[in-house]
């Protein structure tokens, strides 16, 4: 009887939690992680999987955006591409996985790429107005995040929500379209892509058939909403990474899966074309306009 009970609490127990947690989470592990070297780090927050030899997906997967960061590592130092959400400490699991010295570059600068930036001393910033505002720091989209939907289980026990904000962070060195970043043995070039920011970019390495796509492409909606996005700069934007796919082996986005397919480039200039030529019906949700494609969407005013 009491065993009843018992297992009638924990039914009772149990389906409270399922019912708390917000459906997007219920379908993770995403399956594309199954096929990915998983990289056992200390801290729970984040999932580490090597992607290519010398390149580490850094994922937070229990907070909406599932942010994506990469740590590069060449000869002499190592560049982190993004540094996440800032909820639990990104520069504890980069040192875990080189003793190189890591420089920081932003795919752009919204709360969710930039939140452990102030952590590091050599940071890299694209030379916009954007980006010199949001290195001053603010509040307000990062508690947006911490909204119970926006959650998946429980956040670090030594996290203070109530004082999450996303911390001002200096730039050391400014960025241009086209400059060249020399990590020994391993160059990554700038290729600016302002769309879904005026900051945006993508990084090139040419030599291993990689392209860091930043929030300009990932599998999933692309967020193309705000005040600060620009839709013909998005436009051709995509068009010049369009461009590079021949040369590609593999495509490395900021959010979702870590890995996709170069071929997706000219798939998002083709139905992108269509959107702005209003040959698609949208989903509207929430005021907002989704235009759905195999794979990905934009979301959109
Ligand atoms: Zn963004």
């Not at 580490?56 to 190592?78: C, H, K, M, N, T």
């Not at 102030?118 to 030379?127: C, K, T």
């Not at 040419?206 to 909606?221: A, I």
């Not at 698609?280 to 929430?286: E, F, I, N």
Request: charged share 20%.
């Amino acid at each position: 009887m009491k065993s009843l009970k018992i297992l009638f609490l924990a039914i009772c127990v149990m389906s409270s939690l399922g019912a708390q947690q917000p459906e997007w989470c219920k379908k993770l592990p995403r399956p594309a992680y199954s096929k990915l070297e998983r990289v056992p780090t200390a801290d729970p927050w984040f999932e580490v999987y090597k992607v290519r030899p010398g390149v580490f997906a850094i994922y937070e997967p229990r907070q909406l955006e599932e942010v994506i960061s990469y740590l590069v590592i060449g000869g002499d130092r190592a560049l982190l591409f993004d540094t996440g959400m800032g909820i639990s400490n990104i520069q504890a699991v980069v040192t875990g996985l080189t003793k190189l010295p890591v420089s920081v570059v932003n795919s752009h600068t919204h709360n969710d790429h930039v939140g452990d930036n102030w952590r590091f001393s050599d940071v890299y910033g694209m030379d916009t107005d954007f980006t010199r505002a949001n290195a001053r720091g603010s509040k307000e989209d990062a508690q947006a995040e911490l909204a119970p939907e926006e959650i998946c289980g429980s956040l670090p026990t030594e996290f203070d929500a109530k004082g999450y904000t996303t911390k001002p962070f200096h730039i050391r060195h400014w960025l241009h379209d086209g400059d060249t970043i020399d990590l020994g043995g391993r160059t990554l070039k700038v290729i600016g892509t302002p769309g879904h920011t005026p900051d945006a970019i993508a990084l090139l390495d040419e030599k291993n058939g990689l392209l860091f796509t930043g929030d300009s492409f990932y599998l999933g909606p692309i967020y193309l909403y705000r005040p600060e996005t620009d839709l013909g700069a998005y436009a051709a934007s995509m068009q010049k990474l369009a461009a590079l796919a021949p040369r590609l082996q593999l495509l490395l986005p900021s959010h979702n899966v870590p890995v996709a397919d170069p071929s997706y480039l000219s798939k998002v200039v083709a139905a992108f074309q269509q959107v702005r030529r209003g040959e698609v019906k949208p989903v509207v949700t929430d005021g907002k306009h989704e235009y759905l494609f195999d794979g990905f969407s934009f979301l959109m005013r």
